[in-house]
């Protein structure tokens, strides 16, 4: 069976997690989020009133009964992509490996290694076993297993005694089972002598949503921004537990940042958000070269990531509330008594509407 590029790294990471390795975890409850997002329950509930949204909702990111759900969701995606949704391939920045794991239907998690120190982090270890033929991969698996059971029917102790070196990072708010090392804004963690990653808290998709951000400066080569749900490839996540204020202020958070800093997103959702795109800003140049490139990306299946948030910030409309060739397409103006903050969050959050009715993601 020929194994995704990507594959032949699990064993590293295996290895680097016996040996202490480092795990970045969002937050748990990412995972169920995002596979809510494309279930049958959500796609009908995205269309009625909130109060009914909000009880499917809780039904599925809090009980039992979501928690099977989830899981048998992550089983047929197994079985549909047995050897990932998309093609990936490293990405080095002087001795710093980057490389996107393809998870379940659309997702991506990554691992970080520095080879120097053969040190590696992985963000976002959503799905609990990604069945790429490796024995090894069950240390992978179980790590996130434990996240997983201790949530939901109390943990497992031998697995956890086996992984006690292992640190898991996250947001204290966001109750991840297994942390270690709770974070707040602007945290900075070193992980070896080159890799510093900063933390943002990033609240709109979920609370305590955080972002990622490898310092390049320490590495002599652009940032990496590990964006999880915040921002995709020209898109934004939905804003399950925040309002438009919220989230727009999240992602001012990712437009201060510099312009060469490569995007690495937590889903593959490049070209469904880029016709969304095309079709509230039709002449918008850069995004019609975009989509042509993204189109042909994904004809063979690869991966699509990382972009750059120079080209972000001239297509990836929820990160353009600013534009007026935006607010001309949308139709919206700036009231006389609306500050202009307040007029941006509007527009965000009229953006934010088409996308949820354009396709529910
Ligand atoms: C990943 O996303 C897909 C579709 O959005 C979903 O079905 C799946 O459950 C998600 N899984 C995790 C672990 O995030
Ligand atoms: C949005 O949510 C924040 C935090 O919960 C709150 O402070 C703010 O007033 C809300 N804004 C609007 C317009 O509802």
């Known amino acids: 069976m020929a194994l995704p590029d990507w594959t032949v790294y699990l064993p590293v990471l295996c290895f680097a997690s016996v040996c202490g390795g ?7 409850k990412c995972a169920r989020i995002s596979a809510w997002k494309n279930s049958p329950i959500a796609k009908l509930m995205a269309r009625t009133e909130k109060p009914l949204f ?7 990111t809090r009980t039992k009964l979501g928690y099977i759900f989830h899981k048998r969701q992550m089983r047929k995606a197994r079985e549909r992509y047995p050897a990932g949704h998309s093609r990936t391939q490293p990405t080095i920045i002087n001795g710093i490996k980057i490389i996107p794991v393809p998870i379940l239907s659309d997702n991506y998690s990554y691992v970080v290694i520095d ?7 992985v963000v976002d ?3 609990p076993q990604p069945d790429v033929g490796f024995s090894n991969i069950v240390q992978f698996v179980q790590i996130n297993r434990i996240l997983n059971e201790k949530d939901h029917s109390g943990g497992n102790r031998a697995l956890k005694r086996r992984y006690r070196s292992c640190r898991v990072y996250g947001n204290a708010m966001d109750n991840i089972p297994g942390l270690t090392h709770p974070l707040s804004d602007q945290d900075t963690i070193d992980f070896g002598t080159r890799l510093r990653f900063r933390a943002f808290y990033t609240p709109g998709h979920t609370v305590g949503h955080i972002i990622y951000l490898p310092d390049g400066r320490a590495l002599g080569g652009p940032s990496s921004l590990f964006s999880g749900d915040l921002v995709f490839l020209s898109g934004c996540g939905r804003m399950f537990e925040g309002n438009a204020s919220t989230m727009l202020s999240s992602l001012d958070t990712v437009g201060s940042l510099n312009d060469d800093t490569l995007l690495w997103p937590g889903h593959e959702y490049a070209e469904d958000n880029l016709l969304f795109a095309a079709e509230v800003e039709p002449c918008n140049v850069v995004q019609k070269q975009k989509l042509l490139w993204v189109l042909q990306q994904r004809g063979q299946r690869l991966c699509t990531c990382p972009s750059t948030l120079a080209e972000e910030k001239q297509y990836n409309p929820f990160l353009r509330s600013h534009s007026q060739d935006l607010h001309r397409a949308l139709g919206l103006q700036q009231k006389q008594d609306e500050d202009w903050t307040s007029y941006r969050a509007r527009v965000l959050e009229e953006l934010r509407r088409r996308k949820d009715i354009y396709k529910d993601r």
């Open 22 to 28: 480092f795990y970045i975890c969002r937050v748990f």
């Open 54 to 60: 909000w009880i499917a909702y809780s039904l599925y």
């Open 115 to 121: 080879t120097a120190s053969n040190m590696a982090v």
């Open 125 to 127: 270890p959503a799905d």
